[in-house]
Nanobody
Framework: QVPLVESGGGLVQTGGSLRLSCTAS????????VGWFRQAPGKEREFVAG????????LYAEDLKDRFTISRDNAKNSVFLQMNSLKPDDTAVYYC?????????????WGQGTRVTVSS
């Protein structure tokens, strides 16, 4: 499989919003569950959200579920992460991969990540 490609990161002020995209070149993307993880400097990669191949089932980190929303558009081979009410603790590189659950070892096809910086 071709690795996924993340985009949409950038610099945003506290309270702002960003929408991240995770896109594949392979049409079989629609058959895979996809998850978002993030990694801040000096910290382990942390589960953010996941979505099933159909888009019906979703998972969220408990402390993020009120602010983040995961969705997908299989016609565009893309999964999205809408991030609202951003705060400095959200600053990290955000990655997507194929798999299910909160354990990063269950995922494959990681992209290079997209950097999110939230200023205070």
């Amino acid at each position: 499989q071709v690795p996924l490609v993340e985009s949409g990161g950038g610099l945003v002020q506290t309270g702002g919003s960003l929408r991240l995209s995770c896109t594949a070149s392979d049409d079989s993307f629609s058959s895979f569950d996809v998850g978002w993880f993030r990694q801040a400097p000096g910290k382990e990669r942390e589960f953010v959200a996941g979505i099933s191949w159909s888009g019906i089932s979703t998972l969220y980190a408990e402390d993020l579920k009120d602010r983040f929303t995961i969705s997908r558009d299989n016609a565009k081979n893309s999964v999205f992460l809408q991030m609202n009410s951003l705060k400095p603790d959200d600053t990290a590189v955000y990655y997507c991969g194929t798999g299910w659950g909160s354990d990063q070892s269950a995922y494959k096809n990681w992209g290079q990540g997209t950097r999110v910086t939230v200023s205070s």
